[in-house]
């Protein structure tokens, strides 16, 4: 019933940036924590920011001051800016609510060079 929707990945060599997005059916984004997480191949998916409904952040230390988590309410998306990449950041990178309430979607690759 609800969609998630990830679009933003890509190829970057390191040190650059991508901004992922995240669409959401319904109102969930306005109701719930929102979460960024992603997993590596043969590792555990992990979150790596979430933003509560009153708009406090939280990152993992791996990502702090180098990635940001924003809300686009009224157009039901998340965003997530990601600076200063390392080849360590490359993943597939998924949206959801924090507790996890809804089905996967496809996430977005993102791989970042040396």
């Known amino acids: 019933q609800v969609q998630l929707v990830e679009s933003g990945g890509g190829l970057v060599q390191a040190g650059g940036s991508l901004r992922l997005s995240c669409a959401a059916s319904?109102?969930?984004?306005?109701?719930?924590?929102i979460a960024w997480y992603r997993q590596a191949p043969g590792k555990q998916r992990e979150l790596v920011a979430d933003?509560?409904?009153?708009?406090?952040?939280h990152y993992a230390d791996s990502v702090k001051g180098r990635f940001t988590i924003s809300r686009g309410d009224a157009k039901n998306t998340v965003y997530l800016q990601m600076n200063s990449l390392k080849p360590e950041d490359t993943a597939v990178y998924y949206c959801?609510?924090?507790?996890?309430?809804?089905?996967w979607g496809q996430g977005t690759q993102v791989t970042v060079s040396s």
């Open positions: 959801n609510t924090n507790p996890v309430l809804y089905h």
């Open positions: 319904g109102s969930i984004f306005r109701l719930n924590a």
């Open positions: 933003i509560s409904t009153g708009g406090s952040t």
